[in-house]
Each structure stands twice: as structure tokens, then as C-alpha cells.
């Protein structure tokens, strides 16, 4: 076989396994000639087809087996079938491919529920179908949706009930859905109209609609439930009518709703319903009771029932006009005891013609008319050492007396001293044994004791001595004092009558010797016509006397009622001084307040900011301040002396103690002064001393602080010693032991003329010793009368340019020397006004002056102390000055601090922050003042314990009562003590936390 034929076979086999699929077989391309070109082209030929069926095979399998669209062949570039072919299979997966992803991407968005998509890619045959049934489905649900979600809208978010999903050319699925659909929102309406009309049936009072729609599951327990309100409702307003009826229009109290059946508000709606039926039943069956009482004249009652608002103020009007209507009856019924008893005795005296019978019948009827158990009746005569008083008459006299007739000298004993003084003299808290008032089962020690003198022109004519072991009610005082104005009228047309009646006898006696003597009558003729004569002289002289005494009873009626006139100017005088002293106190004290707080606080230096010489003037304003403070204290005791009304508190007094502060107070301030002090007592004197601590101090505090004032060199001491009984004043004769305090200096002197004027208000010598010392001249006023007030006396004894002593005379045991009359006018029971302990001196040298006061010693001071457990406090003041003081002192502590400006402010400004655990509130504020804030908070809910402290410039006697009585925890006054102000604020937090 020759190498053609050769060829050919392999040729012949190559294409036969091309033919059967197999593209492995080659043709060997080493032989020369035709048969190596023969098979270089078959080679090539078997290579690209194998290539082509390789990237057929992959598109195929990518895009037909594994999903994997996008896919491509890629042969080297070729022509012919070749080509052809690789582009037919490329085109092929080309459309495929946008066909598929097209398909994808419309199922893909609606499963994501966006129906706005349809499959746009170009298709044919089967693909056009699925096109067209995809984009129809698309279109029907869309619409579907559309319906659905608009009657979703309108029936679930707009409430527009009615509406029905209209979806054409469905069927199937998508027709039962719409027609559920349609079903539901039927239902839904129905069910809300009818739920609806009920509801607002309800809402405009008509209890009588029911639900009657059909319904299932829980629309069935809503329709149930409100069925069931509305019978509630219908049963609780049918009660609540009844009783409204039954309560507040007829006027039958004590109705209450029943309602059965009944929980949770509809309970306690009935229950308040109830308890409000309650309370006004009781409110007003309360108020009727007292008024039909007050109507029937019973004001004894008062309404007691709690009663909040209107009602409350209706409550507290109607117990104010029971109280007013019975002070006004009180007194009414004491001016009618007064007059009637006044006139009574009166008549029963004028048929009387001696004083004997007139006294007897005194004692028969005044002690036991004014519930007095002892009484005497003393009758002025006179005796051989000048007048006396002779005891004529008495009632109750205790067993044991001493027989015959009690004598007493003008001025000895209380009897003789109220006479002397023509000044009605009280006694109260007697000490034990010093009267004794028994009967036939025990006795009992009196407690109270009244001497009134009876007085006619200047003369006195007797004396009247009470005791009872009670305390003389102010009608009785009353009483005694007019009755003994009328006594001295009687007692003097007595003593006139029974001068006439001593002329008539004499006359008689005349007459009988006349008649003895008929055998001398003519012998002495002469001499009776001269004895006839001054018989008729005689009686001319009592005729004009007659008419004399009825003139002097005029005179005394028209001064008993010009005596009345004037009492009552001077009180309504006495009203005005008071009010102008409690206005003028407060104007001071309440700019003072924040001028001494804050000078305080400079003067301190809290903050080191301050140099020296500005603490030197905060010092000495803060001095200036205090002296000013003390000068109020002064008018305001000066007044209260002159009205009466400065209490006493005696008590066993330690004389060392006296002393020991003496040494303490005054020692820097002779030290200062470079001057020798001496504080001594003499041995065993003052072991029983009885008497008020505090004004004692007061009165050695004056006359110490005036002894440093006016001594430039040399000592000032204090001796206090057993007074000798020939030293002893005449007034304090016969009290027992008495103490000398006596207070010398080497000093300026006092001249001899002015002595006695230097213990006179607002008198300090001479003009120049007032323009060289500085002072008021109140300081030895104040000291004398707070003296007398002790049962004492100050006498003075000074040369000029040697020196002054002055000594206080005290009695040991306070009772038998002291001044009555002092405390006579305190009976109304005014506070104690007990003197600082440690406050400057009267009109002397302070010990803490501007001059002796250095910077040193402020630096000393100690700072507030801060406060345990710091909490929030409420301030409220109309003075932006004291607010800023009182801020910034308690700022300081730690506090919290809320103001207000007014007590409405503050109400409102509580209501809003219960944080507030205390309430700082002044008085005298525009508006609602301190008193009606206070009370106001009182009336607060949990606000009934809440501290509120009042601090106020009110510092007469009777403010701080009435503050308490408005329902303040405590009261300060103004100028305030930073470290007393937040050791009270301590105290009262600490209280309202445990």
C-alpha cells in the first residue's frame, strides 16, 4: 500500500470518529506532501470543533442545568457554521437569560408585596403565555389589594363603617377572599354602629338602649360588658338621683344610694355619692343644732363637726358670731350685776346714820358678792400720833384674832400704805400662812389680797381690805373700785350727819339745863338770848352745811363720772401707745433684721474676702445695729412699766450665780477701760433670796454699764451686803432681811439738784454730759420701776467729781415691801418679759461696745453651724431684705431654700414642692398675712405636722399667742439670731424626722 492509500484510511478513520462523536482521534502531521497538509487541516478542523463543543457543552449545562444565567461562549474567532453556531447558542442564552431574570424580578417583588411590576422583556410560544398569566395575576392582585387595603382604611383607620372591596373578573381564591373580606367589614359595622348608638346613648344621659347585634368571641364579652355598664349605670344614676332628690332637694338628710352589685369605680363613685350624702348630713344637721339652740338662747354650743371649704368658713363664721354673741352677753349681764348691786347697797346705805352701821352693813354684803372670804372695814380717826385707821367692822375674822379694835397708822402696813397713797393696792400668790381663812370644818390659806382706800377730795375717810383664796374676777375689780368711789361719798355725808347729830344732842343738853335751870332764867336772861342767838347762828351753820353736803354729793357724782370718762380715754390712750409701739417695733426690726444678719455674716468673713478695715466696719455696724435693737427694747419695757403689764417671776435666787455674771459680763470691759473692778458679797448673804432673776440682772446691769459709762479712772465695785435696819428705806421697814447692792464709782458725780432727775424717763444730768456720754436716759428709770416691781428701792448718794453709789435695797423674801399696784394692771395675764441675760445694758456701756469690739474677737466668732440633716425651707417674707439675709444664712447651713413674697404666694408655692420640710413665715405681710397663711397650711392635706416657725418683728405681749393659736410650731422675733435660728430649724427637723 503506498503511502496515499495510507493517508486516506487514517483520514477515513479520523472523520469516522468525528462522525461518532469522538474529537480525540489525529492524523499524524509528520508526513510531507498532500497527506501532511490532509491532516494539519483535519487536526485543526477536530480542534475547533472540540473547542466549540466544549463551550456549547458549558453554556448548556450553566444555563440549563445549574440556573447560572448570563453565561457565554468564548472560541477563538471562526467563521462559517462555526460561527454561526456559536452565536446561535449565545442568542439563545441571551434571551433565556432576560427572559428568566425578568420573570424573577416581577415574582420577587410581588412576594415582597410590590404589585407596580410587570414582566416587559419580549417573549414568544409558551414564555408569551406565562408572560401574559404573570402580568395578568400581577394587575388582579393589585386590584384586589387596592379594594382590600381602601376598605381597611376607610373601615379600620378612618371609621368610615359601610365600605365593601369591589374586584372585578376574580374568581376562586381571590373571590372567596373578597367576599370574606366583604363579610368582615359588614359584620365590624354592624356591630360598631350598634355599639356606637349605645355608647352615645349613654353619653347623652339615655340609659335605656341595649346592645342587640349579633356578635361572637370577644365582641360578644365587649357587647356583654357594656350591656352590664349600662345596667350599672342605669341603677347607680337611679340611686344617685334619689338620693340628690331626697338630700338636696327635699331636704331629707340621711339618704344613701344602694346600688348591688357593684365594684371598682361604680363602688366607689356610690360610695363617695354616699359619704358626701354623709357629710353633708352631718355638716348641716350640726349647724341647724347650734342655731336652733342659739335661738333658744343656749349659747353654749358650738359646731364641732369637720368641714373643709365653704362649709368650713360657714362653720367657723356661725362658732364666731356664738362667741361674739356670748362675750356680748357676759357683758351684758356684768354691767347689769354691776349696776344692780351698785344700786342695791347704795339704797341700803342711804337709810343708815352712823358709819358703825354702814360698815357693818358692808361686811354683811360686798365679801360674799364678790366671793371674798375675809374682809374689814377701817374708819379714819384721829389718835394721838395723827390719824388712824380703826378696824369697825369685819367678815370671816379667822379664830385667834387678837381682841379690841385694830389700829393702824398712816403709811404702816398695806392697809396704812393704800390709804397714804390714795392707790388701790392687789397682793396675789400670798405666801403660805400670811392670811388664814377658817371655818367651823377646816381652814386654807388665801392667795389674793386687795386693799381700797376710800378717798373724797384728797381726804381719806377709811379703807376696805379683802382676800379670797381665788383670784378677783375683772367684774368684781370692777365692782370694788366704783363701790368704793360711792363708799367715800356715804361715809363723808355720814360723818356730816353725825356732826349734826353731835350738835343736835349738845343743843338737847342745852335745852335740859335750860329746863333744870327755870329758877336762873330770869337772872341770866340776857345770857339766854345770847345763847338763843348762837343757836340760831348755830343752826343757819348747819342748814348751810346741809347744803353743803348735798352740793359735795353733786360734785361727787359729776367726778365719779368725769373719773369714768377719763379712765376710758386713758385706755383708748394707752390702746393707741400700744399699737404705735407694736407698728413702730416692727417698722424698725424689720429693716434691723437683715442689717444685723448681714452685717453678721460680714463681719465673720466667711470667705476671707474681706480686708481688715472692712471687717472693722461691718463690726462696728453690726455694734451700731444692736445698740439701735436695744433702744427699742428700752421704749418698749418703759411702756409696759407705765401700762402695768411687766410681769415678775420670783423664785430662789443663787446670789453667786448673780454675781458670777456680773464678774462675766462687765470684767472685759473694765479691762478695757483700764479700770479696777471688784465683784464681792459679804458672808451668808442672800442664802434665802427670793425674787426674778432676770430683771435683778437687768436692774445690776444698768446700773453697772452706767457706773463703767461715766468713770474714765479710778474702780467701779459691786458689794452686795446685809443692810443695817437704821438704813433700811421707810418703805421696806418691817419686810424682814434686806439686801444692799451697792454699786460705787469714782466717776463724774451727779450734782445734789439733780439727784432725783436723773432717775426720770429720757433725763441723764445735765445737756453736756448727755452730749459727752451718748445715751437715752432710760436705763435709771427702767431700774427704779423694775425695782419697786421687786418689792425694793434704789437711792443714790454722789458728789460731783468723787464719785456715785448707787444701792438697790431688795428684801430676801419678796411679798410684804413690793409695789402691788405694778402688778394690779397684769391681771389680764400678759406673757413674761423676762430680760436678756446677756443683752447689752441700758443706757450704759454694753459689753460688746463698737469701741471694745475688735476685729480679733469677730474673727472669733463661730460660723452657723451646719445643720444634722439639711433640708428644703420655705421662706415668705414681703421684705426682699430679710429674705436675702435669711437666704443667705441658711444657704450657708446647707439648706434649700424656696421664697415667696406674700402668703398666697407660699401656699401655692407648698402646694407645688412637698419636698418642703419647714416653713420660715413673717406676720405682717399685704394680703393674706402670717396668721391666715399659717392656717391655711394647717388646713393643707399632710401639711398638719409641717414646722412652721414664725419670725417676726410682733413683739408685744399678747402676738406670740396669737401666733401659736393660729397653728405656729414656733416664734422668733426679729432682729434674728443666725445661730438661735438654725438651732431652732435643727430642732424642728429633727422632730418632723422621727
Not at 500500500?1 to 489525529?26: F, I, S
Not at 374568581?171 to 356606637?196: F, H, P, Y
Not at 437683715?594 to 455696724?621: C, E, F, H, P, R
Amino acid at each position: 500500500m503506498d503511502e496515499t492509500d495510507r493517508t486516506l484510511e487514517q483520514l477515513l478513520a479520523g472523520l469516522t470518529a468525528v462522525r461518532d462523536g469522538n474529537l480525540d482521534t489525529r492524523l499524524p502531521e509528520d508526513a510531507g506532501g498532500l497527506p501532511g497538509k490532509i491532516a494539519a487541516v483535519y487536526n485543526g478542523m477536530v480542534a475547533q470543533l472540540s473547542l466549540v463543543t466544549t463551550e456549547v457543552t458549558r453554556v448548556a449545562e450553566e444555563v440549563g442545568g445549574q440556573g447560572l444565567l448570563g453565561g457565554q461562549a468564548r472560541v477563538p474567532p471562526v467563521g462559517g457554521v462555526w460561527r454561526q453556531l456559536t452565536a446561535g447558542v449565545n442568542s439563545m442564552a441571551d434571551n433565556l437569560t432576560s427572559q428568566v431574570r425578568n420573570i424573577s424580578q416581577v415574582a420577587t417583588a410581588v412576594a415582597r408585596g410590590d404589585l407596580t411590576q410587570k414582566i416587559r422583556v419580549d417573549a414568544r410560544g409558551e414564555i408569551l403565555e406565562l408572560k401574559e398569566t404573570i402580568n395578568t395575576m400581577v394587575e388582579r392582585l393589585s386590584s384586589f389589594a387596592e379594594e382590600v387595603t381602601r376598605v381597611a382604611r376607610e373601615v379600620g383607620t378612618e371609621g368610615n363603617l359601610g365600605g365593601q372591596a369591589t374586584v372585578h373578573g376574580v374568581s376562586g381564591t381571590w373571590k372567596d377572599l373578597t367576599d370574606n373580606v366583604n363579610s368582615m367589614a359588614n359584620n365590624l359595622t354592624n356591630q360598631v354602629r350598634n355599639i356606637a348608638q349605645v355608647t352615645t346613648a349613654v353619653a347623652q344621659g339615655d340609659l335605656t338602649r341595649k346592645i342587640d347585634v349579633d356578635a361572637r368571641g370577644e365582641i360578644l364579652e365587649l357587647k356583654t360588658t357594656i350591656n352590664t355598664m349600662v345596667d350599672q349605670l342605669g341603677s347607680f344614676a337611679a340611686e344617685v338621683t334619689r338620693v340628690a332628690r331626697e338630700v338636696g332637694s327635699e331636704g331629707r338628710l340621711g339618704g344613701q344610694a344602694e346600688v348591688a352589685d357593684v365594684s371598682g369605680t361604680w363602688k366607689r363613685l356610690t360610695e363617695n355619692v354616699n359619704e358626701l350624702a354623709g357629710n353633708l348630713t352631718r355638716q348641716v344637721r350640726a349647724i341647724a343644732e347650734v342655731t336652733s339652740a342659739v335661738a333658744r338662747g343656749d349659747l353654749t354650743r358650738t359646731v364641732a363637726v369637720d368641714a373643709p371649704g365653704e362649709v368650713g368658713a360657714l362653720r367657723d363664721n356661725i362658732n364666731a358670731m356664738v362667741e361674739s354673741l356670748r362675750a356680748t352677753t357676759r357683758a351684758n349681764e356684768e354691767k347689769d350685776w354691776l349696776k344692780t348691786n351698785l344700786a342695791r347697797i347704795s339704797s341700803g346705805i342711804q337709810g343708815r346714820r352712823s358709819p358703825a352701821e354702814v360698815a357693818e352693813l358692808i361686811m354683811r354684803e360686798v365679801p360674799p358678792l364678790v366671793q371674798a372670804q375675809y374682809g374689814s372695814f377701817f374708819l379714819a380717826e384721829e389718835g394721838p400720833d395723827g390719824t388712824e385707821l380703826a378696824a369697825i367692822a369685819s367678815y370671816g375674822t379667822p379664830a385667834g384674832a387678837p381682841p379690841g379694835v385694830r389700829r393702824v397708822r398712816m403709811g404702816q402696813s398695806l392697809v396704812g400704805q393704800a390709804a397714804a397713797d390714795g392707790r388701790t393696792l392687789l397682793v396675789e400668790d400670798l405666801p403660805p400662812g400670811y392670811a388664814r381663812i377658817s371655818s367651823g370644818t377646816g381652814s386654807a390659806d388665801a392667795s389674793v389680797l386687795i386693799v381700797l382706800p376710800i378717798v373724797v377730795e384728797g381726804q381719806v375717810l377709811g379703807a376696805l381690805e379683802l382676800a379670797s383664796v381665788h383670784a378677783f374676777a375683772p367684774v368684781h375689780r370692777d365692782f370694788l373700785e366704783q363701790f368704793t368711789e360711792l363708799l367715800g361719798a356715804n361715809v363723808a355725808a355720814q360723818i356730816a350727819n353725825a356732826r349734826t347729830d353731835e350738835l343736835l344732842e349738845r343743843s338737847q343738853q342745852l335745852t335740859s339745863e335750860l329746863s333744870a335751870r327755870q329758877q336762873e332764867i330770869q337772872a341770866r336772861q340776857r345770857e339766854l338770848q345770847d345763847s338763843n342767838a348762837e343757836l340760831k347762828e348755830k343752826a343757819a351753820l348747819l342748814a348751810d352745811r346741809n347744803r353743803d353736803i348735798e352740793r359735795k354729793n353733786l360734785q361727787i357724782e359729776q367726778a365719779r363720772q368725769e373719773l369714768e370718762e377719763r379712765a376710758q380715754q386713758l385706755a383708748r390712750a394707752s390702746l393707741y401707745k400700744s399699737e404705735f409701739l407694736a407698728n413702730m417695733s416692727h417698722e424698725l426690726r424689720t429693716p434691723l433684721n437683715s442689717l444685723l444678719i448681714l452685717a453678721q455674716l460680714l463681719a465673720q468673713n466667711a470667705d476671707g474676702n474681706l480686708t481688715d478695715k472692712q471687717v472693722d466696719y461691718a463690726t462696728v455696724i453690726h455694734s451700731a445695729g444692736s445698740d439701735l435693737l436695744q433702744l427699742i427694747n428700752d421704749i418698749l419695757d418703759l411702756s409696759k412699766v407705765e401700762a402695768g403689764r411687766m410681769d415678775v417671776h420670783r423664785e430662789p435666787v443663787s446670789l453667786q450665780r448673780v454675781l458670777d455674771y456680773a464678774e462675766a459680763t462687765f470684767r472685759p470691759v473694765a479691762d478695757e477701760r483700764k479700770l479696777d473692778f471688784t465683784v464681792s458679797a459679804a458672808p451668808r448673804a442672800g442664802a434665802g433670796l427670793v425674787t426674778d432673776e432676770g430683771r435683778l440682772r437687768q436692774v445690776l446691769r444698768n446700773l453697772l454699764g452706767n457706773a463703767l459709762k461715766f468713770t474714765e479712772r479710778g474702780e467701779v465695785s459691786l458689794r452686795v451686803e446685809q443692810a443695817a435696819e437704821s438704813e433700811v428705806p421707810l418703805p421696806l421697814r418691817g419686810a424682814g432681811p434686806v439686801l444692799a447692792f451697792r454699786v460705787a464709782d469714782t466717776g463724774i458725780g451727779i450734782p445734789s439738784d439733780r439727784v432725783e432727775s436723773v432717775f426720770g424717763a429720757f433725763q441723764q444730768g445735765d445737756r453736756g454730759t448727755a452730749r459727752a456720754y451718748g445715751g437715752t436716759g432710760l436705763g435709771l428709770s427702767i431700774s427704779r420701776e423694775v425695782a419697786r416691781l421687786l418689792g425694793g428701792t434704789i437711792t443714790l448718794q454722789s458728789r460731783v467729781g468723787v464719785g456715785s453709789t448707787f444701792t438697790l435695797y431688795l428684801p430676801e423674801t419678796a411679798g410684804r415691801a413690793e409695789q402691788p399696784a405694778r402688778q394690779a394692771a397684769a391681771d389680764a395675764g400678759g406673757s413674761a418679759d423676762t430680760a436678756p441675760v446677756g443683752g447689752p445694758a441700758v443706757d450704759g456701756v454694753s459689753p460688746r461696745t463698737a469701741e471694745a469690739t475688735g476685729t480679733a474677737e469677730v474673727a472669733e466668732a463661730v460660723l452657723p453651724p451646719e445643720a444634722d440633716a439639711p433640708g428644703t425651707v420655705l421662706v415668705v417674707d414681703d421684705d426682699s431684705r430679710n429674705v436675702y439675709a435669711l437666704t443667705e444664712i441658711l444657704r450657708t447651713a446647707g439648706h434649700e431654700v424656696l421664697t415667696a413674697d406674700n402668703g398666697a404666694a407660699g401656699i401655692r408655692l407648698l402646694a407645688a414642692h412637698p419636698e418642703v420640710d419647714l416653713v420660715i413665715m413673717d406676720l405682717m405681710m399685704a394680703g393674706m398675712d402670717g396668721y391666715a397663711a399659717t392656717r391655711a397650711i394647717r388646713s393643707m392635706p399632710g401639711r398638719g405636722s409641717l414646722p412652721v416657725v414664725v419670725v417676726t418683728a410682733k413683739a408685744m405681749p399678747d402676738d406670740q399667742s396669737e401666733a401659736m393659736a393660729a397653728g405656729a410650731s414656733d416664734y422668733l422675733t426679729k432682729p434674728v439670731d443666725p445661730d438661735g435660728l438654725l438651732a431652732t430649724i435643727r430642732t424642728w427637723l429633727g422632730t418632723a424626722a422621727t
